[in-house]
C-alpha cells in the first residue's frame, strides 16, 4: 500500500533553521552582535515559513484533452492540483514533469513547468503529440507543491494513463472491381441484374417486372411495353490478413521511415476505412494472433473497432507452427494479406487459403531501407534471404496469388481488375 503523501521541510528550510540557530549560539557565546545580525533574518524566515506549514496534503491528478487520436497529432496533458486549504498557499508553487514512451513529444521538450498556486485548483497543462500508432502511457514521475518561501514541499505521484493513438490511414483508393461481389448493399456492381443504380439494359417486359420500371419513352416509340434493367448493387466481404511475425525496419514515428509493421498497420487502416465507407463487410484476423480477430461488420463503428485492435498490434513468434482454419471466411471472399514475406507461418496460412478457392491478394510491406542498411556482415545473409523469398513469391504467383507492394492509392486496382476478369472467365469441365 502506498503511503499517504506528507509536507516536508526543504534543504532551504532546514539550512536557514540550522544556520540561524548555530550564528545566534555563536553570537551569544563570543558575544559578537554582528553575528545576531546576521542570524536575525535566518531565524525570522525560518518562523515565518513555519508558521505558514499547510496542513493537509493536496491531490494531483493527470488527465488529457483526447484521450483517442491519429498519430501525428497533439493534444494537452493537465496535471491539476486540487484541494489546495485556502489562504495556506497564497505564493506557493506548483511543478511537474510529464513523461512517456519514446514514441510520445512534449513541448516544452523537458515536459517540466512551474506555475504559481491558484486556489483551489491549480493546472499544469504540456502539449503532447503521439508521433506513432499504438497505446502509450503518460506519467507524471515528480508533482511538487511547494509553500510560501519554500519552506515545506510535498511531492505527488498520479495515477498514469493511456492514449491511443490510431494508425494514420494512407490515401487510398481502389478500382471499382471485385472478383465475387455478393450482398445487396455495397456500392459495387454485380454481375446479375437487380434493384440498382447503374443501367444496364433496355428489353421488353416480362412477367415480374416492375410497373416503375417501365420505360415509357421506348415503349410508346415501338409499341411495346420495355423496362429499363439495372444491375444490382453489391457488397462484399473483405478480410485483411495481419501478419506480425516479424517487424523489419527502423520505424521513425509519422514523420520517419516506416517499419514492416508500420507500413501492415497503416495500410490495414486504409483498406478498411475504403471499404467500409463503400458499405463493404471487413473482417481482421491475425496470423500470429497477437490480436483478437475482428469478425465481419460494416459501418464507422465497425471501423473503429477495427483500429483499436490495430493500435495493439506487436511483432511476437508464431504460437503454434500449425497452419489455422480461418473458419469465418466466407466463400467469394476478398484476402488482402499484409506481409513481408519473410515467415513460414504467413506463406502456409496464404496456400491454405489458395486452396479452398479465396481471392487473395497479398501487399508486400517490406521496406527498402530494412536490407540497404542492414551492416556489411549481414549483408550476405539478407541476399541468401531475399533470395529464397523471391522463390516463394513466384510460387505465390504460380498459385495464382498476386503479389504487389504497397503504393497507397490504387495498389489494387491492376490485380482486382484481373481477379474480377478470372471470376467471370468461362471455367473448363473435364
Do not use: K
Not at 47 to 55: D, E, F, K, Q, V
Not at 259 to 276: F, K, M, T, W
Amino acid at each position: 500500500m502506498t503511503p499517504e503523501p506528507r509536507w516536508g521541510a526543504t534543504p532551504a528550510h532546514l539550512r536557514a533553521v540550522v544556520g540561524g540557530l548555530l550564528l545566534a549560539a555563536i553570537a551569544v557565546v563570543a558575544q559578537r552582535p554582528d553575528l545576531a545580525v546576521m542570524a536575525a533574518p535566518l531565524l525570522a524566515a525560518a518562523a515565518i515559513g513555519g508558521l505558514r506549514r499547510p496542513s493537509a496534503p493536496p491531490r494531483a491528478e493527470l488527465r488529457v484533452d483526447a484521450a483517442t487520436m491519429v498519430e501525428g497529432q497533439a493534444t494537452t496533458v493537465h496535471v491539476t492540483v486540487d484541494d489546495l486549504t485556502s489562504g495556506e498557499l497564497p505564493d506557493g508553487v506548483v511543478a511537474a514533469a510529464v513523461t512517456g514512451d519514446p514514441w510520445v513529444q512534449f513541448d516544452p521538450r523537458g515536459a517540466a513547468r512551474a506555475v504559481p498556486v491558484q486556489q483551489p485548483s491549480t493546472d499544469v497543462a504540456v502539449v503532447m503529440r503521439a508521433v506513432r500508432w499504438g497505446r502509450h502511457e503518460v506519467r507524471a514521475d515528480a508533482v511538487r507543491v511547494t509553500s510560501p518561501g519554500g519552506a515545506f514541499r510535498i511531492s505527488l505521484i498520479p495515477t498514469p494513463i493511456v492514449v491511443t493513438a490510431l494508425p494514420l490511414a494512407d490515401t487510398f483508393a481502389a478500382a471499382d472491381a471485385l472478383p465475387r461481389p455478393a450482398g445487396l448493399v455495397g456500392l459495387h456492381r454485380s454481375r446479375r441484374h437487380g434493384e440498382g443504380t447503374e443501367l444496364a439494359e433496355v428489353r421488353p417486359f416480362r412477367t415480374g417486372d416492375r410497373l416503375r420500371r417501365i420505360n415509357w419513352p421506348v415503349s410508346s416509340r415501338t409499341g411495346t411495353l420495355h423496362v429499363t434493367a439495372a444491375w444490382s448493387d453489391r457488397d462484399t466481404e473483405v478480410v485483411l490478413l495481419l501478419d506480425t511475425e516479424h517487424d523489419l525496419g527502423i520505424s521513425g514515428g509519422v514523420d520517419g521511415r516506416a517499419s514492416s509493421l508500420d507500413v501492415a498497420v497503416r495500410a490495414a487502416a486504409a483498406i478498411a476505412e475504403h471499404y467500409l465507407i463503400a458499405g463493404d463487410r471487413v473482417a481482421l484476423t491475425d496470423i500470429g494472433q497477437r490480436v483478437r480477430t475482428v469478425p465481419v461488420g460494416s459501418g464507422r463503428q465497425h471501423l473503429r473497432r477495427v483500429l483499436d485492435v490495430l493500435v495493439a498490434s506487436a511483432p511476437g513468434a508464431i504460437r503454434s507452427e500449425e497452419v489455422r482454419r480461418l473458419g469465418h471466411i466466407r466463400a467469394g471472399s476478398l484476402v488482402v494479406a499484409l506481409s513481408p514475406l519473410l515467415g513460414g507461418a504467413g506463406l502456409a496460412q496464404i496456400a491454405q487459403l489458395v486452396r479452398h478457392r479465396h481471392a487473395v491478394v497479398v501487399i508486400d510491406t517490406l521496406p527498402a531501407h530494412a536490407v540497404e542498411e542492414a551492416e556489411p556482415w549481414r549483408a550476405l545473409a539478407w541476399r541468401v534471404r531475399l533470395l529464397e523469398r523471391s522463390v516463394e513469391i513466384d510460387r505465390l504467383a504460380g498459385l495464382g496469388v498476386p503479389v504487389v507492394p504497397w503504393r497507397g492509392r490504387g495498389t489494387l486496382d491492376d490485380v482486382l481488375r484481373v481477379l474480377s476478369r478470372v471470376a467471370v472467365a468461362p471455367r473448363l469441365i473435364r
